[in-house]
């Protein structure tokens, strides 16, 4: 009788244990699956907000404000997804969107009112593809 009482207990201990690793896998997965969302929504934002860059630039004549305003979307946004994500890939992604924004900023004060925003577009591609794979 008290091996089967042992036996039980053994059961019991070792069904806990399972249990509770299996809820830490499935935490811990569900933290991915949330990073990876976060990562693709952020990057949808970002797309967007390059889209509004490429406006901008097309109309700066018309409202130069739209120019700092729409870089000032896509820091935003970068600040969000750097804060979500310790993939190397996103973080090297989001350092050369960063960097390329950098550089629309310095030629805007410059003086250039028309600033190349391809580098942004293409640096924002990248982030889409690294968050979505």
Known sequence: MAASRRRGRLTAVA??????????????GCDAVNKA??????ADSIADSVTDLQQAVENA????????????????NLDKIGD??????????????????QNVRTAIKNGD???????????AGELTKVCTS
């Open 37 to 42: 969302l976060d990562c693709v929504q952020t």
């Open 113 to 123: 009112n028309t600033p190349d925003v391809s580098p942004v577009t293409d640096a």
């Open 84 to 101: 979500k994500t310790d993939n190397a890939d996103v973080n090297k992604a989001v350092d050369n969107l960063n960097k390329a924004v």
């Open 15 to 28: 069904a806990v244990i399972a249990t509770a690793a299996l809820t830490a896998g499935l935490t811990t």
């Open 61 to 76: 004549s018309n409202d130069p404000t739209q120019l700092d305003q729409s870089l000032a979307r896509i820091d935003k």
